[in-house]
């Protein structure tokens, strides 16, 4: 989205020349990342346990995909940062996609916050 809401022209076009691409690169190489963090889950047919392995010099791409999956969740279902994603709607009470939406946002979250106090253990 444009960084000052449409109200310096200029400003968004250079961003859109100059920032844009890398957010994007940088978005591709997370999303990547997971990916291949994730395939033991895809490979695990027969209904046996299986485990995730993130490994550390992931964290940042974890990071970067987890709240660009949240944004782009948030916009999809016209929620913002005053929603409370542990309530139900106020807007579409009931609605299953919405509320599937907020459990999405806040467990994404969690899993931040769950890779960020990791980190924090690291550097003690």
Do not use: C, M
Request: no cysteine; charged share 30%; glycine share 6%.
């Amino acid at each position: 989205s444009s960084p000052t809401g449409g109200t310096e022209p200029e400003f968004d076009e250079e961003w859109r020349e100059l920032v844009e691409p890398d957010l994007r690169h940088l978005f591709l190489s997370a999303v990547e990342t997971i990916q291949e963090d994730l395939a033991p889950l895809l490979e695990t047919t027969n209904g046996t346990e299986a485990k995730v392995v993130i490994p550390t010099i992931h964290f940042d791409a974890w990071l970067n995909g987890l709240n660009q999956a949240r944004l782009a969740i948030a916009a999809r279902h016209g929620l913002d940062e005053a929603d409370d994603v542990d309530r139900p709607s106020k807007t579409h009470p009931g609605d299953p996609a919405d509320d599937f939406a907020r459990f999405q946002i806040h467990f994404y979250g969690l899993i931040q916050e769950f890779l960020i106090r990791l980190t924090e253990v690291d550097d003690e």
